[in-house]
């Protein structure tokens, strides 16, 4: 079991990390998009700049789904690529439908998907609203 979290944790850090990548090469862009698109009705510009930084975090968590599929496959945890992806987007997503369980010797590493989920959802949520409260901070003061 301490393998497990161990293993888990490695895999939890190595996540978080990429999704905290991924917010810091997406504000680099929402600058760039920023200022090449500065003569863009303010309207325009905005939902431009929020669904770049949505589509975004879209493909950063779908990286982390991917890196938790690949760990499960690798490690024998469960044997088809399909089910990996399956199996790691409804536990990181902590839906968790129970149509596919892994072993007793992955389940502790199975569970830190559903932890890194849950962290990296609430990241994601506190840049969006950041991004979301600066773009629109000069329409919402007297």
């Excluded at 669904?51 to 469960?78: D, K, M, Q």
């Excluded at 790691?88 to 199975?110: E, H, K, M, P």
């Amino acid at each position: 079991m301490i393998l497990q979290i161990a293993s888990g944790g490695a895999l939890l850090s190595l996540s978080a990390l990429s999704l905290l990548l991924c917010m810091i090469l997406t504000v680099a862009l929402l600058e760039k998009i920023s200022r090449r698109y500065a003569s863009l009705g303010p309207t325009t510009r905005r939902g431009l700049l929020v669904g770049s930084a949505v589509a975004a975090i879209v493909a950063g968590h779908t990286l982390v789904v991917w890196i938790w599929a690949l760990a499960l496959l690798l490690s024998g945890g469960l044997p088809e690529m399909e089910q990996a992806i399956y199996f790691s987007l409804v536990t990181y997503t902590t839906l968790g439908y129970g149509d596919i369980v892994l072993g007793q010797d992955y389940r502790v590493f199975g569970s830190m998907a559903a932890v890194t989920g849950l962290l990296n959802f609430g990241l994601s949520t506190a840049f969006l609203v950041a991004v979301v409260g600066r773009l629109f901070s000069d329409r919402l003061s007297p």
